[in-house]
């Protein structure tokens, strides 16, 4: 795959506390936002949210281990990752979370303590949706 998808290094240098990429389908903006995440999780341990506005929208994207984790399996070759309700596994371990935005006032309480990373997937809401 190598230099095909979105690239986040370039971005993240510059280490801002928000960052918002918009681009047209299938450059690999979600690809890499979560091999960036899971990177980050096997080297320090951070934990990440993959967060979408519905359930729906997160039933979709994130209701199976197959069709969230896709091509990704081939960079992490050693890892077992799956997907366990609203936990995003690495083997035993908790990787992440996926949460749908509509629940937020549900969990405003709940402390993910070990998050670092948030990605928020399509953010944006299309024209006649």
Do not use: H
């Not at 095909?4 to 299938?26: P, T, V």
């Not at 320090?44 to 197959?66: I, M, N």
């Amino acid at each position: 795959m190598g230099n095909m998808f979105y690239d986040y290094n370039k971005l993240l240098s510059y280490n801002a506390m928000f960052n918002f990429i918009i681009g047209e389908r299938g450059v690999g903006k979600t690809f890499g936002a979560k091999k960036y995440a899971i990177n980050r999780f096997l080297k320090k341990g951070e934990q990440f949210v993959y967060l979408r506005r519905y359930k729906t929208e997160l039933k979709e994207s994130a209701g199976d281990t197959a069709k969230f984790f896709g091509a990704l399996d081939e960079f992490f070759p050693d890892n077992k990752f799956k997907i366990n309700g609203q936990k995003i596994m690495s083997g035993k371990q908790v990787m992440g979370y996926a949460l749908p935005l509509s629940v937020a006032n549900i969990l405003k309480s709940t402390s993910f303590n070990k998050v670092t990373t948030i990605i928020f997937d399509e953010f944006i809401i299309d024209k006649g949706c």
